[in-house]
Antibody, heavy 118, light 108 residues
Framework: QVQLVESGGGVVQSGRSLRLSCAAS????????MHWVRQAPGKGLEWVAV????????YYVDSVKGRFTISRDNSKKMLYLQMNSLRVEDTAVYYC???????????WGRGTLVTVSS | SYDLTQPPSVSVSPGQTARITCSGDGLPKQYVYWYQQKPGQAPVLLIY???ERPSGIPERFSGSSSGTTVTLTISRVQAEDEADYYC???????????FGTGTMVTVL
């Protein structure tokens, strides 16, 4: 069965960096684009970034452009989110989600919490 | 970017019908998707391409659209349907995703 497991979250000071990982299993990872979505405490969902199945295209929400980088390693079935120059407002649970051409976000991980302190 | 607006909350009695709207200027140029999220859990896809249900989703959940407003309808509401619901779409290029503001459904 499809499984997505995020890791790498934690408490970090404002201005520092953090790298999130998402381990995929149960499907042919290299055939699917992937998303990162975040949810601030008590708030709604916010799409963060998408990467094409082969890594050829990457797109970001305006609030993280130039600070976050999405990447993947298809040989390891891993998705990453490098987060630099973190801000307090980046505090959220970060989910990775599979991008299906018809279903869009069809499978989600359980998320990893990132807390940015001032 | 553009916004998708949902009512903050909807209350419904068991067995009744709940309707959650999602409106935005970009609709319906792009497909709309609906997700259910229960506390402490990841979202679950309920409806894709406006009105299609993934396998395993009860027929009680249905999607429809009219003009720039799309609607998620939950028929014969059950206590287990109490959750947050989000619509989701994309910009005109289909690349940049956007989620609605979310609706908390309370089963009385």
């Amino acid at each position: 069965q499809v499984q997505l497991v995020e890791s790498g979250g934690g408490v970090v000071q404002s201005g520092r960096s953090l790298r999130l990982s998402c381990a995929a299993s149960g499907f042919t990872f290299r055939n699917y684009g992937m998303h990162w979505v975040r949810q601030a405490p008590g708030k709604g969902l916010e799409w963060v970034a998408v990467i094409w199945y082969d890594g050829s295209n990457k797109y970001y929400v305006d609030s993280v452009k130039g600070r976050f980088t999405i990447s993947r390693d298809n040989s390891k079935k891993m998705l990453y989110l490098q987060m630099n120059s973190l801000r307090v407002e980046d505090t959220a649970v970060y989910y990775c989600a599979r991008w299906d051409q018809n279903l869009d976000f069809d499978f989600w991980g359980r998320g990893t919490l990132v807390t940015v302190s001032s | 970017s553009y916004d998708l607006t949902q009512p903050p909350s909807v209350s419904v009695s068991p067995g009744q019908t709940a309707r959650i709207t999602c409106s935005g200027d970009g609709l319906p140029k792009q497909y709309v998707y609906w997700y259910q999220q229960k506390p402490g859990q990841a979202p679950v896809l309920l409806i894709y391409k406006g009105s299609e249900r993934p396998s395993g989703i009860p027929e009680r959940f249905s999607g429809s659209s009219s003009g720039t407003t799309v609607t998620l309808t939950i028929s014969r509401v059950q206590a287990e349907d109490e959750a947050d619901y989000y619509c989701q779409s994309a910009d005109s290029s289909g690349t940049y995703r956007v989620f609605g503001t979310g609706t908390m459904v309370t089963v009385l």
